[in-house]
C-alpha cells in the first residue's frame, strides 16, 4: 500500500513573517489523518520559519528548487546542502512554471533529481503536458519523453526518495481539472514508463501525486483513483481549511 502524500506547493506568495501562522495552522488542521503524509514546500526563504513552526509534528517541510552543484559560483541559487542544513525533507523539481518562465528542461531536472535524491532528500519531480501538446495528439510522447530524460540513471534504491506529481499544464491554477479519468490514465502511463526505467516491482512503491487546481470539493474522486497517490497543492494550500479538506479526502 502506498501512504498517501498530500504536498502544498506555496509559490511565491507567503511572507517569512506569516509563515509560522500557515504551517500551525496545516498541523492543527491535518493532526487527526494520520493515513497521509502531510507537506509544505514553501519559498526558500521561509523554510527555517516553517521548520520551527513544525517541529515535532507530522508536518514535513519543503523547497520548491534546488541546484545540483554543491557550492561554488551560482549567484542566486540553493544547494540540497543548504535544505539539509535548514531541515528541508522534499524539494519540488521541474514544476511548469520553472519550466515556463525559467528555462528548466528536462537535462536540469534530472541533474536536480539526482541530486536531491543523492543529498538525502525526496524529491517531487513534476511532469505534464501543456494544452497545445495534448490537443495535437503529443501527451504519451511528452510524458515518456518528461520521465526518461529527466529519471535518467535514477536507480531503483533511488526511488524511495521520489515522487513523481502529474500536473497537466492547462489544470494549474486555471480552475479547470483534469477528470479523475484523463489523470488516472496519465498515471497509469507514467507508472508504466517508470516500470521501464526501474522495474515494475519498484515502480509500484512510487507515490504519483495529480496536482492542477485539486480542491476539497474534487479531492476525493481523483484520490479514489488506482494510480493517484496523493496532490501537489498550489492555490488550496494557502488556506489550512482547504489544504486539510484535500488531506482529510486522502485519508
Ligand atoms: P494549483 O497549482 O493547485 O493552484 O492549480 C498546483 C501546482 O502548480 O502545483
New binding site residues.
Given amino acids: 500500500m502506498r501512504k498517501k502524500i498530500i504536498a502544498g ?1 506555496w509559490k511565491m506568495n507567503v511572507k517569512p513573517s506569516e509563515t509560522a501562522t500557515l504551517v500551525k495552522e496545516v498541523v492543527e488542521a491535518t493532526k487527526s489523518f494520520t493515513n497521509v503524509e502531510v507537506v509544505c514546500c514553501t519559498p526558500a526563504i521561509d523554510i527555517p520559519a516553517a521548520v520551527a513552526a513544525a517541529a515535532g509534528t507530522h508536518v514535513g517541510i519543503g523547497a520548491e528548487n534546488a541546484h545540483w552543484e554543491e557550492k561554488g559560483a551560482f549567484t542566486g541559487e540553493i544547494s540540497t546542502g543548504m535544505l539539509v542544513d535548514a531541515g528541508a525533507k522534499y524539494v519540488i523539481i521541474g ?1 511548469s512554471e520553472r519550466r515556463q518562465y525559467f528555462g528548466e528542461t528536462d537535462e536540469t531536472v534530472n541533474k536536480r533529481a539526482r541530486a536531491v535524491i543523492s543529498a538525502g532528500l525526496t524529491a517531487i519531480v513534476c511532469v505534464g503536458e501543456t494544452l497545445e501538446e495534448r490537443e495535437a495528439g503529443k501527451l504519451v510522447e511528452v510524458i515518456e519523453r518528461q520521465m526518461n530524460v529527466g529519471l535518467k540513471d535514477v536507480t531503483p534504491a533511488d526511488c524511495e526518495r521520489l515522487v513523481i506529481a502529474y ?1 497537466p499544464v492547462w ?3 486555471t480552475g479547470k481539472t483534469a477528470t479523475p479519468d484523463q489523470a488516472q490514465e496519465v498515471h497509469a502511463l507514467i507508472r508504466a514508463t517508470l516500470a521501464k526505467l526501474v522495474g515494475a516491482d519498484v515502480a509500484e512503491t512510487v507515490r504519483i501525486q495529480y ?4 480542491k476539497p470539493g474534487n479531492a476525493a474522486e481523483l484520490l479514489a483513483k488506482k494510480d493517484i497517490d496523493g496532490g ?5 494550500a494557502l488556506k489550512a481549511a482547504d489544504f486539510a479538506g484535500i488531506v482529510a479526502a486522502g485519508n
Avoid: K, P, R, V
Fill in positions: 506547493n514544476h500536473e489544470a494549474i491554477g496536482g492542477g487546481s485539486m501537489l497543492i498550489g492555490g488550496a
